[in-house]
């Protein structure tokens, strides 16, 4: 490593330190504090540390409302990302493999659903419909369906470096196009699955605005809305609001110290190609 | 003799179509129709085109509009420059190279809404640490987001803390792909490092451009979570967006007018990105 490289590389972690580590620990300070010094919002050592009665008030806050949101968000994450792994192969699998005048059509759908913005309204209106408006069952469909243009995108670029070899050994065996599907090729995507998961329950779980959409009404509280829901409530109680920020960036935390390179694998994705 | 079933059945296809279609596509048809029209979820009476000229009459829905441009514009323009920037940076073997990108990368997968609060607590005009810092080297700081010349500006600066790690992380893997044969014959040509930025890696890293352009200017577009996290499109309408300006007309009952800013969103959506594409793809051919 030459001096060069050293020094700004020093300058570089100066700047970074200030500009994105500061804002972290200033939520974690906040946090930590008694309500009457985080209302004066400094960014300050705090004289007293209340992690644990903190972390205990928010928890128990309107009735343990924060768990519930844990269980929803939870809920809803898993069960999408489980469709959107299942139903986004499925689909990548035959765009690739079988060549025909309905790709045009598939691909026009990928196309629609990366670029234009869902009518929310309208969504509404469809989701009542089915009866589906303010339950957890909607709102898992409605992440599957924002969620397909980029999984069937993400699949079937990594099908096309699948062996049709393989899948004609099956035929040869005999085995249904579903055998062959669910037993052979779907096993072998697992380095892209993995990535679609962590991609997309990171975003499913920080989404925002499609559960404040489809999903209002308290018993379906989400984590992202438990925070909206207290900068009301804790208009007086930083510390809770920022104890409260600090629960729900723990999940992404995590994910991102385990599974790092598949999130950036993913997010990436036609980076290169265009 | 029967005709052999192909081994890659188009009803794989249907359970994610039907999905798509019935959430998906229906609404986006059914908003055309919906945009012309007084509605209430329940009875929906025709009115021609009167949504869209209120949509273009009420200054501030016009400002909504003008504010989105500016926002899309001023995000994607910075994520693609200061992307590039520190991509460059993070490839040039500097000491701690890896923890840079983890640390720049992180805020990408935090919660918008708890970015939001932070930095409005942040930006406090005089309890904020941002001005207290400024202050320290004997700036006045000012009021960020309850300044209305300022706010959308503040607000869009938020949007780039948050999201230049993706831009960058999207130019580090288009750097990656670049030969380092290229830099070589500019080396032995003489090209200073200068040079070599401009004629060799800005035209190669192309492709990672156009990503992170298009992007950027998608989510800068349909921006709302960050804007109502913050200033909620205040003070007055001075930062109202119109994915903001939308949620605001569906709150106060008016769905038709809300559906006719959703119809206007994806008309500016396409109407900016359709030729923008169009451009880059012909550029291509050129190189």
Redesign the interface.
């Given at each position: 490593m030459t001096r060069r490289q050293r020094n700004s590389g020093l300058i570089a972690m100066a700047v970074a330190f200030v500009i994105f580590i500061l804002p972290f620990a200033f939520t974690f300070l906040m946090a930590v504090k008694t309500k009457k010094e985080a209302a004066l919002m400094l960014f300050s050592w705090p004289t007293e540390w209340h992690f644990w009665d903190n972390f205990t008030e928010v928890i128990q806050a309107r009735n343990y409302m924060l768990l519930l949101a844990y269980f929803n968000s939870t809920v809803i994450t898993v069960a999408a990302v489980s469709g959107l792994i299942v139903m986004g192969a499925m689909v990548g699998y035959v765009l690739q493999r079988r060549p025909s005048g309905w790709n045009k059509v598939i691909y026009a759908g990928v196309l629609m659903g990366l670029i234009v913005p869902p009518a929310v309204v309208p969504t509404i209106w469809v989701l009542q419909g089915l009866g589906l408006f303010k339950s957890l069952t909607g709102m898992v469909l409605i992440q599957i369906a924002y969620g397909l243009a980029f999984s069937v995108l993400l699949y079937r670029s990594f099908i096309a470096t699948i062996p049709r070899d393989l899948d004609e050994a099956a035929i040869i065996d005999g085995a249904k196009p579903w055998a062959i599907f669910f037993k052979v090729i779907l096993p072998l995507l697992k380095p892209v699955t993995v990535t679609l998961i962590t991609v997309q329950s990171i975003a499913i779980f920080n989404d925002f605005t499609n559960p404040l959409y489809y999903l209002p009404g308290k018993e379906n509280v989400t984590v992202q809305l438990t925070l909206f829901n207290f900068q009301s409530q804790f208009q007086s109680q930083f510390n809770l609001l920022f104890m409260n920020i600090l629960l729900v960036t723990i999940p992404p935390l995590i994910v991102f110290v385990f599974f790092n390179r598949q999130i950036v694998a993913g997010m990436t994705a036609g980076a290169v190609k265009g | 003799m029967t005709r052999r079933?192909?081994?890659?059945?188009?009803w794989?296809?249907l359970?994610?179509?039907v999905?798509?279609t019935?959430?998906?596509?229906?609404?986006?048809l059914?908003?055309l129709w919906?945009s012309l029209t007084r509605?209430d979820?329940f009875t929906a009476s025709f009115i021609g085109l009167d949504n869209y000229r209120q949509f273009f009459k009420e200054p501030f829905l016009v400002q909504g509009l003008v504010n989105t441009v500016i926002y899309a514009a001023l995000t994607s323009v910075s994520k693609s420059v200061l992307g590039l920037l520190l991509a460059v940076?993070?490839t040039?073997?500097?000491?701690?190279?890896s923890f840079?990108r983890?640390?720049?990368?992180?805020?990408?997968?935090?919660?918008?809404?708890?970015?939001g609060?932070?930095?409005t607590?942040?930006m406090?005009p005089t309890?904020?640490?941002i001005n207290?810092g400024l202050a320290a080297i004997g700036i006045h700081g000012p009021a960020w987001l309850s300044n209305p010349e300022l706010a959308l500006y503040s607000v869009a600066f938020i949007d780039l803390?948050k999201g230049i790690g993706?831009a960058t992380?999207?130019?580090?893997?288009?750097l990656a792909?670049i030969s380092p044969d290229y830099y070589e014959a500019a080396r032995i040509d003489g090209a200073t490092r200068v040079q070599q930025f401009w004629r060799v890696t800005v035209p190669l890293v192309?492709?990672?451009t156009?990503?992170v352009v298009t992007l950027s200017l998608?989510g800068g577009?349909?921006s709302?979570?960050i804007i109502?996290?913050t200033t909620r499109g205040g003070p007055g309408f001075a930062s109202d967006v119109l994915?903001s300006v939308?949620?605001k007309q569906?709150q106060a009952g008016f769905?038709g007018l809300?559906?006719a800013g959703?119809?206007i969103?994806?008309a500016l959506?396409?109407l900016i990105?359709l030729p923008l594409t169009w451009w880059?793809n012909k550029r291509?051919i050129d190189l």
């Open positions: - | 079933r192909s081994p890659y059945p188009y794989f296809v359970p994610a179509a999905v798509f019935v959430l998906f596509l229906v609404p986006t059914a908003s919906f509605w979820l940076l993070l040039s073997g500097i000491l701690w190279q840079l983890a640390v720049i990368f992180f805020p990408v997968l935090v919660s918008t809404i708890g970015v609060i932070t930095f607590a942040l406090h309890r904020g640490a207290i803390w993706l992380l999207i130019y580090i893997a288009g792909a192309r492709p990672a156009v990503t998608i577009l349909r709302f979570d109502w996290a994915a939308i949620y569906y769905y809300a559906t959703n119809v969103l994806f959506i396409a990105i880059f291509e």
